[in-house]
């Protein structure tokens, strides 16, 4: 099943640590980026992740790509859209689109795809109302 769903905006401002020896933000740092925006998401649909752990559902990131555009520097103000692209039977692949507020420089882009497991660790099919969320 495919779905393509409204975007989530989550706003953050680069703070000192992220950023490395030429003032710019650390590559590793797009993907904390990329995971505030995904609970972000949650969020705004009403969805705690610890409500889900309790209910024994864990998704784990099993695949991720980044494509860097502009550079994001300290104190940048930047808008991370997320939304889900694509639910199968136990995975679901949400994308990025990281900006720059002011003058909307395409910072990065990019996806993840989590699984559904469960307590233990293995693959299992998502529940009924969790893949309707996903879906919608």
């Not at 680069?14 to 950023?19: I, M």
């Not at 309790?54 to 930047?78: E, I, N, Q, S, T």
């Amino acid at each position: 099943m495919t779905a393509v769903g409204t975007p989530t905006l989550h706003r953050l401002v680069v703070r000192f640590a992220e950023t490395d020896l030429m003032g710019i933000v650390h590559h590793s740092n797009y993907l904390l980026y990329f995971e505030a925006a995904r609970v972000e998401w949650l969020k705004a649909r009403g969805v705690s992740y610890d409500d889900w752990v309790r209910a024994g559902v864990h998704l784990p990131v099993v695949d991720a790509k980044l494509r860097y555009g502009r550079p994001a520097r300290f104190d940048d103000a930047l808008s991370v859209a997320a939304r889900v692209v694509e639910v199968t039977r136990v995975t679901a692949r949400f994308h990025y689109e990281i900006t720059r507020d002011g003058d909307g420089a395409s910072i990065c882009d990019g996806e993840t795809r989590l699984a559904c497991v469960g307590p233990n660790l293995r693959p299992r099919r998502w529940p009924a109302d969790i893949e309707r969320l996903l879906s919608s």
